[in-house]
């Protein structure tokens, strides 16, 4: 079992080590935390892309992946995503351990001072990010919100949540708009780079052997220079109301499969007493080969070959995707609306619960073999305040009941129901 | 059954291998202190076996597409419930798979390891299929082939083997179509399960933290004696030459896509075909991995994104050089490859090029090691391939320069290539 321990590194910048011997490879991140919102989505998402194209030391891509490839084939991986109302940059990397290194080297080491070096030590003309190094990010990162459409199923449930949250910022899209990053120039990217540097909040990362309080000394040196004033951590508006008119929108492309995205509200967030309770209840509806939605949409009723749902555990949201035949359309709406009223009216089994809570369990105990997911596990841990270990909460899990979830289900109201179908003429 | 232990003290690592009197092979791997165990059993049974015969049989017998992909769908299915049912009662997280060459089952959980196991080799050895169940099965596989025929990146590689391929039956989609399996009955199934889910046709491996002597007599104790039986594939002539050097198709896109292809036969002997995939692999990290000039310059110039992925891809039968992008331009991003190509069989590859890509390799095979589902996944893939999970690493270790300099004109033959491209529906953005 992996526990966290947290490492003050300078005002509002944080080291988090997980300490895990068995694991081959070391991993370092850093999440970079700042509001989510329009007028700056885009300029932080790009800002990943720039910091990571090429740095001061290493002051083009050729030469940055090649350092990259003498630390013993370290892995960069860049990452932009949202936990409720916060965007995300991350920036993690990866590099086999010490003790496989013949050459005796500290590349663990090494690996933390490349990482620093890209946020801290960008390459700059005067006093703006280098032009070729934002035009060429600018085009991936369009190509990237633009390949959206690419994949169908992540799409329908991307537009369910825009029109769902359209006016609150979890309805902005992580990456920023194509309009707005295409007017980024060199000199706004370096203000938002000073404003990331002195207000974000950085929660560094170390999953395996590389001591936290070395990380921190390190982390901490190299903030030394830059003048910190992080204002609040940013948080999450939960929107709840109960009476509310469905919405319905369908939109048609050429597709040979409808996507049905469906969103609703909870209203209950990590850090609510019912958090629990309503995990299990989505756990008995509709995620796993034991849930309502596999056993009666798909295996009873044969309409899809996945209809699942999930929560968002942030923003108090659940969502539900399924991909139908367009013609089923009003079918799986109405067996999906009936799976959730009887999860609601307490109509499943002792059975049901029980496969509900061991795969939940099984779910939680995995988490441990995978440095990856340990990390977010206690990042997600750290913005709900909600810091049990896996094992834990695998255990405070087991202490509800059938009426807890009952209770925990009867707050999910139908939102938005969103249909992505074929055009009409094939 | 016998156990023999093999290790690599490099790694770290050890494994237990034994062969039951069934014929079934068995590989246990100890990973102390992983919180998951998980189990996969693989049958030597593709979407490439579509025409077959007994040993011994006189005929050869066509099955329809994606037969094997649906037995995998109906295997789940018993006559006392339905396995994944069964599953729920132990918590595990159980799935199957079905690839070219192989039909996979597996499970992983982090508690009770023997309940999940017993159902695991209770229903693959226990075939129930009724007209009524295929029947059923039909629409919701209907709707997973509408899924992938949404999916670009299926779609551009379907494109590109059917391109490259003439003959080889990894030509024909994994899943079949909704006409294909509209042809599947149950005594159809039952001639497949016959042929292929034997248990000399099959191998098992576990990874996690486990008791070896208990896992093996487990295993043991619930294997019945089948008689082996011998599958025999039809054999077929695959030319040099490809079936159309270029194909393409529109889909609803954001870039266009860019699918490239060179087609290259293994060796037979299963240490040598090791060999040559993992040189394979270094050449084109060498040549097109992030850290050359090739990637870096494309990527700054335009041509390629992140997107930007090359693999050498094999399995029973078949093997080839892959590239597949997102570009503007395939065609143009298709001869810049080519050309870069040429220009390594004609020059070599320099050392530092070698040296750098070899480590990158050798880190990626390392790294199989920290996942249980990665290495269970390879440890059935290796052994049916003839090799085990320590081969890659012993062959990247033995590769050297001169060998991948010999390779490389055999790996980038022009008349053995094919482009497959997708464009967006709405003409060409930008």
Redesign the interface.
């Known amino acids: 079992m992996s526990d966290v321990i947290h490492y003050d590194a300078g005002n509002g910048i944080r080291v988090n080590a997980v300490f895990a011997e068995r694991f081959k490879r070391e991993r370092m991140s850093v999440n970079i935390m700042l509001p989510l919102r329009a007028e700056t989505a885009a300029e932080n998402a790009l800002l990943v892309g720039v910091l990571s194209h090429a740095s001061e030391k290493y002051p083009d891509l050729l030469s940055l992946n090649r350092r990259l490839a003498d630390m013993y084939g370290a892995k960069l991986t860049t990452n932009v995503f949202k936990i409720g109302e916060i965007q995300v940059l991350r920036i993690s990397i990866t590099s086999i351990k010490n003790r496989f290194v013949q050459s005796g080297e500290d590349i663990s080491r090494q690996c933390l001072d490349f990482l620093l070096s890209l946020i801290l030590d960008p390459v700059l003309e005067d006093g703006a990010f280098r032009q070729s190094d934002v035009e060429i990010e600018k085009r991936n990162l369009i190509d990237i919100i633009e390949g959206s459409i690419n994949d169908k199923r992540q799409y329908a449930n991307e537009r369910m949540i825009r029109e769902m949250c359209a006016g609150e910022n979890f309805g902005v899209k992580e990456t920023g708009e194509v309009s707005d990053v295409e007017q980024i120039s060199g000199e706004m990217l370096y203000d938002a780079w000073r404003r990331m540097k002195e207000t974000a909040f950085f929660e560094f990362f170390t999953v395996g052997e590389y001591s936290g309080e070395e990380m921190a000394k390190t982390v901490s040196e190299a903030f030394s220079h830059v003048r910190r004033t992080p204002g609040e951590f940013p948080g999450t508006d939960v929107i709840y109301v109960r009476d509310k008119e469905t919405r319905f929108i369908t939109e048609e492309m050429n597709v040979e499969q409808a996507k049905l995205a469906i969103g609703l509200r909870t209203g209950v967030t990590a850090a609510s007493a019912d958090y629990l309770p309503l995990v299990y209840a989505n756990a008995v509806f509709g995620s796993g080969v034991s849930s309502k939605l596999f056993t009666v949409v798909r295996e009873k009723l044969h309409l899809c070959y996945y209809c699942s749902s999930r929560l968002d555990v942030h923003k108090g949201l659940m969502l539900i995707q399924s991909g139908i035949d367009e013609s089923n359309y009003q079918k799986a709406l109405d067996a999906i609306t009936e799976q959730l009223d009887a999860v609601k009216r307490g109509d499943f089994t002792e059975k049901d619960t029980s496969a509900a809570l061991l795969s939940l369990q099984n779910a939680y105990r995995s988490v441990e073999d995978s440095p990856a997911e340990l990390e977010s596990w206690y990042l997600r841990g750290l913005v709900s305040g909600r810091e049990t270990a896996p094992e834990e909460t695998a255990e405070q899990l087991a202490r509800y009941t059938a009426e807890d979830i009952v209770r925990a289900a009867a707050g999910i109201v139908p939102d938005t129901v969103y249909l992505l179908k074929g055009r009409e003429a094939k | 059954m016998n156990l023999s232990k093999v290790e690599n003290a490099v ?1 770290g690592e050890t494994y237990y291998f034994g062969v039951h009197s069934s014929g079934l092979r068995v590989i246990l791997i100890p ?6 165990t998980y189990a996969v059993i693989g049958a030597k049974c593709g979407s490439l076996d579509s025409a077959f015969k007994i040993e011994g049989d006189e005929d050869f017998v066509t099955v329809p597409d994606g037969i094997a992909h649906f037995l995998e769908h109906k295997m789940f299915e018993c006559e006392d419930g ?1 396995a ?2 069964k ?8 799935n199957a798979f079905t690839s070219f060459d192989k039909t996979c089952y597996l499970f ?5 390891f023997y309940e999940s196991l017993d159902i695991l080799l209770d229903f693959v050895q226990r075939p129930y299929f009724t007209e009524e169940t295929v029947k ?2 039909q ?3 209907g ?2 082939i ?2 992938y ?5 299926w779609e551009l590689l379907k494109g590109l083997l059917n391109a490259v391929y003439r003959e080889n039956p990894v030509r024909t989609d994994i899943a079949g179509t909704v006409e294909s399996i509209s042809h599947i009955t149950a005594d159809l199934l039952y001639r497949c399960y016959g042929a292929f889910y034997n248990p000399a046709n099959m191998t098992i491996a576990v990874c996690g933290d486990i008791d070896v002597e208990k896992t093996a007599g487990f295993i043991s104790e619930r294997i019945r004696d089948t008689k082996p039986k011998k599958v025999v594939s039809k054999p077929f002539e695959e030319p040099d030459e490809v079936s159309a050097p270029f194909v393409s198709k529109k ?5 266009p896509m860019m699918g490239l292809a060179y087609k290259d036969i293994l060796p037979e002997d299963p240490y040598e075909a090791k060999k040559r995939s993992v040189a394979a692999e270094i050449i084109l990290e060498a040549l097109f ?5 090739f ?3 494309h ?2 110039k ?1 041509d390629i ?3 930007f992925e090359k693999e050498y891809m094999c399995g029973r039968g078949f093997a080839l050089t892959l590239f597949e992008a ?1 570009t503007r331009d395939p065609e143009k991003l298709a001869c810049m490859i080519k050309t870069r190509a040429a220009e390594a069989v004609k020059d070599g590859i320099s050392p530092e090029d070698f040296n ?1 890509a070899k ?6 095979a ?2 199989l ?4 589902e990665r290495l269970g996944d390879a440890a059935v893939a290796e052994d049916f391939s003839g090799n085990d999970i320590f081969s890659a690493v012993k062959a990247i270790e033995e590769t050297d320069i001169a060998y991948c300099n010999g390779l490389l004109p055999e790996l980038f033959r022009e008349k053995s290539s094919a482009v497959s491209a997708i464009y967006p ?1 709405d003409g060409e ?1 930008k």
């Open positions: 790694l990973k102390k202190g992983s919180a998951s339905d994944f049912l599953y729920s009662k132990t918590g595990a997280s159980a992983s959980c982090t508690h009770g059923k099965e629409g919701i596989i709707q997973e509408k899924m025929e949404d999916s670009p990146g889909m609803q896109v954001s870039i991995g992030e850290a050359t000039d990637y870096c310059s990527y700054d335009g994104n992140t997107a997102e750098r480590r990158r390799i050798y880190g990626d390392v790294s090691f920290d996942s249980v529906i953005k």
